[in-house]
């Protein structure tokens, strides 16, 4: 059972407009989310997290909400860019504390 | 600063042979792991390491076997590769600290025929 889903595979956006990309979790225990870039051919990197103790984390153009109250979380990247093209996947802590459980992505596409 | 480094980068096997996949962190982290990526099913967790000397399942661990050589390397081997083992293996370590980012190699991508 997936515990950190992400319902949309797929999302086209404008150049210059917001892309938003969204996540919703089932344990309420989960406190630290995390959201992972990957192109093709080359391993998820790294983007942003955030923790349960707050409702929003800003990285530049990225930006990650928390609604704990319906476990959800989104990522916003304001404005769009070509270069943002790539597949975006939610994460948590799996309950051993290592490793983490995966949504299942988004394949973003930013046209010109 | 290479990082996760994966060897092979593709490898194609047919049904019945063996295969391990290299891994190796030039990071000093103490714990690593391995996913596999199938279309529409994302990353699963098939084994971790959370330290040198231990090993644990993850997700998806059957078909599969895991050695720790070291701090710095973590193989996976299929020791009788099914088809259903076609997919994009990648490696990934992190540190010690509580929810640390994981940080990931290139992939292997594997077929079996």
């Known amino acids: 059972d997936q515990q950190v889903k992400q319902n949309s595979p797929s999302l086209s956006v404008q150049e210059g407009r917001i892309s938003i990309l969204n996540c919703d979790y089932t344990n309420s225990m989960f406190d630290y989310f995390l959201w992972y870039k990957k192109y093709p051919a080359e391993g998820p990197t790294f983007l942003i997290s955030?923790?349960?103790?707050?409702d929003k984390n800003e990285d530049g153009r990225f930006t990650v909400f928390l609604n704990k109250s319906a476990k959800h979380l989104s990522l916003h990247i304001v404005p769009s860019q070509p270069g943002d093209s790539a597949v975006y996947f939610c994460a948590a802590p799996r309950d051993s504390g290592y490793a983490l459980n995966f949504g299942k992505g988004t394949s973003l596409l930013v046209t010109p | 600063n290479a990082g996760v480094t994966q060897t092979p980068k593709f490898q194609v096997l047919k049904t019945g042979q063996s295969m391990t996949l290299q891994c190796a962190q030039d990071?000093?982290?103490?714990?690593m792991y391995w996913y596999r990526q199938d279309p529409g099913m994302g990353l699963r967790l098939i084994y971790y390491s959370a330290s040198e000397g231990t090993t644990d399942k993850g997700e998806v661990p059957n078909g599969y076997n895991v050695s720790r050589l070291n701090k710095r390397e973590f193989s996976l081997r299929l020791e009788s590769a099914a088809p259903s083992q076609t997919s994009v293996y990648f490696c990934?370590?992190?540190?010690?600290?509580?929810?640390?980012?994981?940080?990931f190699g290139n992939g292997t991508r594997l077929t079996v025929t």
């Open positions: 990071m000093n982290h103490n714990s």
């Open positions: 955030i923790s349960s103790i707050k």
């Open positions: 990934a370590s992190s540190s010690a600290a509580a929810y640390s980012p994981l940080h």
